[in-house]
Structure formats: structure tokens, C-alpha cells
């Protein structure tokens, strides 16, 4: 015995069939959906189609349940009339012309119960956008739906971009619209009883293309770790694995531009590991293999500098020193005062390297009583003192640190002048007065120049006696 549901079914389908059979009897006297054929499916079929989606919607491709639907109205409410059932919303927008506002009556009639009608001009798009995002804010929390079915063409499209936008803000909204599996060209009606309410997915989670713009936004900002962030998010919503290796790429150079090297250095071959891969040796990142590579190598030999506390090995430093100099770039225009810092330990890091592979320390210079001599002479001219103001020297700072491979013969050094020399003293004697380290001082724009030329300039040379080639800039993502 058939359920309700199946009785009205047929019962949709016969009256259709009768219908269509009336039809081509009088095809040749009559227009095709003359108003006889209108009131036949008015009083015969729509009241079964009505009593069948009160019982029993047809949506695909769940049915899901609103608290809030907002729709567009046209010249043919049937469609509407559909959707608000379909989506069984408790509160019930409608966005109607002047030309269509003669049809409220109607659907409010079949629906049976009232509605909130919203006038707007059909083909004023702007007009729709602020009505719908007035509604969907006022309803923060809700669930709300927007059924682009009917109305005119500028309406329906408005509708879709609408939810488009919104459903970033709000990612439980959903954009609706009612299908039909057949359509009678003759009675320019979808076949009754083959509609449905299509809930379209969000465009945002099935292909999340503007996650993923805004991820690459993200990385172009050196906004690494919300990069990182957008790739995972589009690594769940769109199943898609390559998202997952452009996360550990900006994980990599998160933890990196934060000196947190062992992090980058563990998701730097994370990211080898999945770039060797079958699945991924297509993948845009590959392109950058070799470079990728490079920079996982110096990544492993500044862990390996940390852990040994040693500087002669210049691979190390020289990694180091080019991280620390990029740092000092970034920050060179908006924070002087955090650049300069870079820029010290940068130089600072070349004179330790330069002084271990001659056997001395800054710490420990275990000065002979020449180089005493030497030092003290080489402050006194320099700072312009008398001799007898310059102290023995115990340690080494950036001045003495200078003074002291001049005197060993160490060629970087020996490429200044002595008045060049004399031009950078004071910026080199600033450094233990900065902010940021012992003193007040704010760093002066011209004193971060010169700093940042001198370190660059001694860092090239020991990079040309490597041999090597070192770029921490982060690769394109395509």
C-alpha cells in the first residue's frame, strides 16, 4: 500500500499527464500555457504540489533546517513559494518590484503565514546587497538562507554575489535556488512534480580560492604564520594535500625569521619529505628544489653553530649573518632602533668568525704586549684621546675587535681606510648606549646606514672566500 507522500506523486503526475493531454487536442486553436492551461494547473496540479512539499520537500542534496530565508521575487511566485517551503525558514524576507509586489498576496496565501516584504528597485543591484546584508546582520547568530530562484536576472545574480561575500563572514549561510529535472518548453513550466531545492555548497570550502589569495597575501607581507594558518584551513575544507606543503613551506620561514632554527630546520625537511614524493613532484614548489635545498642546508649548519658554540666554521655564521642582515632590512625603514640591533650582531658575528680562525676570542684575546700597544695606539687615534685615556684592553668589542685583525692582517679589515674607520667609531661606540640594550639612545637614521653598509660590506667578503651561494629570501609560491 503506498504512503501519502507516493499517492500524491501520482496523483501530481496524472493530473500533469491530463493536462498535457488537453493540450495537444487544442494545440491548434490555442497558444502554448493559454490561460485555460493556467487555470487547469492553478486549481488541478498546484494545490497537490503545495500539499506534497508541506509534506515532504524535495531537496537536495540533504534537507537542512533555517531560522532565517531570504528570497527574490519575480513574476512567477510558484518557484518561491517552493524554496520557503523547502527551507522551512521561521522568519520569511521577501525582496519584490513594483512589478511583482501583486504576487505577495499569493504567496503568502499558499505559504500560510505572513512575510516580511522588502521593496526594491530590479535592477538596482546595490539596493538588493543592503537589504540582504541588513538582514543577515541583524541575525548574527542564525541560520539563515538566501533563495535566488526568482526575479529578474540583475536580482538573482545580485543574490548570488551576495551570498558569495557573506558567506565569508558567515559560513553556515547558505545560497539556495529551485531546479526542476524536466521543463515543458510548450507550457513554459518545470514539469510538476520534478522540482527541487538545490543547496548549493559554499564556494569557499569546496574550492577555497580566496583562502588561498589570501594566504598568498599573507606570505607576500612576511605574514608567515597566518599563511601558514589560511593553507592548513584549506588542507581540511578541500581535502586537497598540496595546501599542506605550502603550510610547511611558511612554517618554515615563520619559525626562521622568529630565530627559532631548529623548528625551521625540523619543518624544512618536512618539506623535503614531501616534495620527494611522487604525489607532489609535480607540485609548483618543486620548480624551487635546489634553492629550497640550499637554505635547508643552512638552516642545519646554524643548529649545528648553536650547538657547537664554535665560530670558525664559516658556514654557520655566514647562514646566520645573512638572517640576521634580512631581519635588519625589513626593519630598517619602520624600526630603526630593532634594525640596527641586527645590524651589530651581524657585524659582531663576522669579527667573532674572522678572530676564531686566527685562534683568538673576543672574550679572550690573550693579547701580547704588541698588540696591547697596538690596540691602545689604534683607540687613541680613532676616538681621538690622549694614549694615556685608553685602558689596557681585557676584551674585545666591536672597536677592538677591528683594530686587532687590522693588526693580524686580515684583508676584509684591511680594505678600510683608516678614515673611513674614524667615520664609523662613533656609530660602533653607540652600541652598548642603544635603547634596546644598556643605554637611551635612539639610533639615528644615517648611523643605521652606515652600520648596515659596513656589516653588508664585510659579510661579502667572507661569503666570496666561502664560495658560497646564501639567499634567506622566501621563494615564489608559484
Known sequence: MKNE??????????????????????????????AEAQQFYAERIWPLLLELWRQEPQIYP???????????????PEATTLAALGLG??????????????????????LGRSIYPIEIDKSDVTQLYQAVGEQVRKHPDKKIALDLTSGTKAMSAGMAAAGYFLQRVYPSLRVAYVDSDKYD??????????EKLILLPNPHEVLGDLDEHLAQEFYRAREFGKAADRYQALRRKTGQGKFEVYA????????????????ASSNAQRLFNFLTQDAYRNHPLARHAQRLKEQKEGLEAIVALLKSQGFAEPKGVLWLTTTLLQLGEE?????????ALYYYRSLELVLQHRLAVRGRSDDDPNLSPEEQAYLRQALSDWLGKPLEQ????QKLGLLESIALLRHLGDPALGQFAEADLRGYQGMLQSRNKSLLIH????????????LQQFARKLYQTMREEAKLALSVEPVELM
Not at 534537507?63 to 512567477?76: A, K, M, P, Q, Y
Not at 685608553?390 to 684592553?393: E, G, M
Open 5 to 34: 507522500t507516493e499517492a500524491l506523486k501520482d496523483q501530481i503526475k496524472q493530473a500533469w499527464d491530463e493536462l498535457k493531454a488537453q493540450q495537444q487536442k487544442v494545440s491548434k486553436t490555442q497558444e502554448p500555457g493559454s
Open 62 to 76: 540533504l534537507r537542512e533546517t533555517f531560522d532565517v530565508s531570504i528570497h527574490t521575487l519575480g513574476t512567477s
Open 89 to 110: 525558514a521561521s522568519e520569511l524576507y521577501v525582496l519584490h518590484t513594483p512589478e511583482s509586489k501583486s504576487y505577495l498576496a499569493q504567496l503568502q496565501q499558499d
Open 185 to 194: 518548453a510548450t507550457l513554459r513550466k518545470p514539469v510538476a512534480g520534478t
Open 248 to 263: 610547511a613551506l611558511c612554517e618554515m620561514y615563520q619559525r626562521w625569521y622568529a630565530l627559532d632554527f631548529e623548528g
Open 331 to 339: 626593519r630598517r625603514e619602520r624600526q630603526p632602533v630593532s634594525a
Open 390 to 393: 685608553i685602558r689596557p684592553v
Open 439 to 450: 643605554g637611551l639612545e635612539v639610533s639615528k637614521k644615517g648611523d643605521v646606514e652606515k
